[in-house]
């Protein structure tokens, strides 16, 4: 479990074919106190530390894994948004994450609106019951909140903002148009339409 409150941006700094795709993700973190088997999460994908040095870790991506998220992350020079674990008393700032991802979406604009970055994102139209204005989403494991929502021809667009402090804190200064971005609906819709799907 997280919470989507981003506490390191990593940098990819080698990616080698074994099998599975093992990343070495250069990081800010104090890694004498995170456990080979430990999870983090990067840009909302739940991963596990399967070795470490002194400012680095290392991941396996599994092909199902690349195949559901958004592509450009997994390759030298990515940054990443990195979470840590939720831990019992940990505060949950954000929301619950759970670093899985439930679709892949597409940054449709970007632009200034007072101090804050206006965001819009083009999600596949199988999320539109799950995403509501004033309800919680995770963009590339960030917890934020959803303004807007509307349906489009090919999906359905959803609105956010985006604080100085949060573009600062993530790899958020670099959104751009076309940018695919991980998206995790929050995990009480998702279970809602689940009970709701059933029941029809």
């Known amino acids: 479990m997280f919470t989507g409150i981003i506490t390191d941006v990593g940098r990819v700094v080698a990616a080698e074919e074994k099998g599975d795709l093992r990343l070495r993700i250069a990081c800010g973190y104090d890694m004498a106190n995170v456990d080979l088997g430990a999870s983090i999460a990067c840009s909302g994908v739940c991963l596990t530390v399967v070795d470490k040095g002194e400012d ?19 390759k030298e020079g990515a940054r990443l948004n990195l979470e840590r674990s939720l831990r019992v008393g940990d505060e949950l700032g954000g929301h619950i994450v759970t670093g899985h991802v439930d679709a892949v979406g597409e940054v449709e604009a970007v632009a200034e609106v007072g101090g804050s970055v206006r965001l819009t994102v083009i999600a596949p139209a199988e999320l539109e019951g799950y995403i509501a204005p004033k309800g919680s989403i995770a963009l590339d494991g960030v917890s934020l909140t959803v303004n807007e929502v509307e349906p ?33 609906i929050d995990i009480l819709a998702r279970y809602i339409g689940r009970m709701l799907e059933l029941r029809r």
Not at 160 to 184: M, W, Y
Request: aromatic fraction near 10%.
């Open 152 to 184: 489009v021809s090919d999906g359905i667009r959803f609105a956010l903002n985006i604080i100085p402090h949060t573009a600062a804190q993530t790899s958020f200064a670099e959104l751009a148009p076309g940018r695919r971005v991980n998206i995790e």
């Open 56 to 74: 680095w870790f290392a991941v396996d991506v599994s092909q199902e894994t690349r195949s559901r998220s958004a592509p450009g992350l997994w």
